[in-house]
């Protein structure tokens, strides 16, 4: 479905929504959806979750803070580094020379993007007094419900105490009927345990709870401790760090932002132990990307060989072997940078995500990583990697030289038809709009059929093309006959042309209706090449109003004029029987009065 028409819901993964009913118990297929997806998406989507270990796994090996960092800085990538200003090439020199500063070309961009932002974090939470060195980073402290600075909510004591009393109150009031109160306050306040049976620990829950209810109490009675000063964050020299080096001082900020709320989501929902989630320390760039090869080995791309003699436009290409799709680097990646240091690329790596613009493919974020990796985390995806390696488009096709009209024609409006040539043909394809050329990458045992079936619709195209004419009317009656590149071809003035239009046509395809009128010629026993052209209009809001009309030239021959008067007979005789009552009126057979003598 189209992204944009869709409603929010339905813009989602749609592992996220199975993994949700999984969560609570119900098999995909039994769930009544509002709009059920495909039977390939569901399958595809249960096949993520099993190769991820998302279904049986109860996430033993837990999230460190590392992880929670890698996310959040992941989730700004596109706007982390300043690229300089529009159409201003000093500025975006400036900007390019920082950008390579930063990056780390043998260890991809999201290890740099972390580098980034933990120099940055560095910068950012030195105070005025501190003689710390940069790289020491204080680590928040998660056993509390805090904001990630070690300060908890203001108002959260207040709201505590006050919902203690209540609570309390209403225990006293009703304390020969508050078993469902014990339970409320045993769930809200943590004392019961959601990985055991409701009614074993009925007992327990309400003793925790009314100990819960007397602590916050007598919380709520004593003065509360004074909160801690809050860290003097030095913003102005982060900041003047930013303009430094070209990094966005705003994305990184929201990467902190985001952070601390998964650190909170976390927390909460308890789905992690708090030393899992505040345990890490400082990960060298090897299990940085060991890391992120556990969460996105599905992500794993090969290196596509150059060719011999052929010149590659764009940055390195990788076959991603999961999705079947080849697509390119961009410009300024630390991929990219390294081919132009060293020319050499890494052979597997893996990707965020597939960008698809208008004529190109890209894969965002790469990240170099060990083939043995892939094989640790999932034996079976590395068996399902290696087999797909067969299918690496290592071969290309060129079809240089052709019109934008013509790749229009194929692939449709905005080339959005690419897509299904794609999958049918089982290629990857690239439209260069500068030199309109239509490039193929194929696996060497499909490049024939691929040759074949292109060559063929691309020439019924081109001798389509250029055998096509337009009718246009000037001055009055003048008519001019436009064949291919607004060459004038026929100039037709008041009796050199007759016209036969037909209304209230049957719910037929355009097609179909131009075959019917082609009829009408051949029985008149006249060429189809006297044909100027069929005009189709149809009404959006009736399916069977519609206007055809069929414009020939007339000569001086007496034979083509009874022919055109025939094929006026047959269109009248013809249009009633077959397509119902047609509105007829005086003028609907413009016929010169020359022809009236001849019948």
Known sequence: MDIGNAAEIFQQPLTLALLTLYHVGIAPHEFHWIEAPSEDALKRAQEELLYLGAVDSQAQKGLTQVGVDLAAVMSVAGIAYYRGKKNDKVSKSEADKKLESLLIPDQGDVVSLYRTYRAWKAELERTSGDTEEASTIPEPDLTADNDGEGNADEDDGELDATFAKQALQLKMDSDSSSGWIKSLTGWVFGGKNRNEDDDDNRSVVSTDSEASVASMASDASSPSKPKKPKRKFNEKKARAWCMKNGVNHKAMSIAQATAKELHKTLSRAKSWGYSAVGGNGNPSDDQLRRLITAGYFLNAAVNKPKVAGKLSRGGPQYFALYSGVLGSLFYGTSMHLL?????????????????????????????????????????????????????????????????FTLLRSLFGKAFQQINRWEAQLKCTMSIDRNTNTLTVYCAPVNEPQIRASLDKRISALKTRLEEESIEEVYLGTTRVILGNGFEVRELLFDKDFAAVTVRNLADQTDREVEKRLMQWVKRAKSSAASVRSVEILRHNNSGTASVSAVKRKLTASTNLCAAIAVVARWAILLVLPLFGPSLLSQRLLEVPSSLDALH
């Open 339 to 403: 081919e132009k240091r060293s020319g050499t690329l890494p052979s597997w790596i893996l990707f965020d995500s597939i960008l698809r613009l208008d004529t190109t493919t890209h894969l965002k974020l790469a990240t170099p990583i060990d083939e043995a990796w892939i094989k640790e985390e999932s034996q079976e995806f590395y068996d399902m990697c290696m087999s797909k390696r067969s299918e690496l488009p290592v071969e290309t096709i060129e079809f240089d030289n052709l019109s």
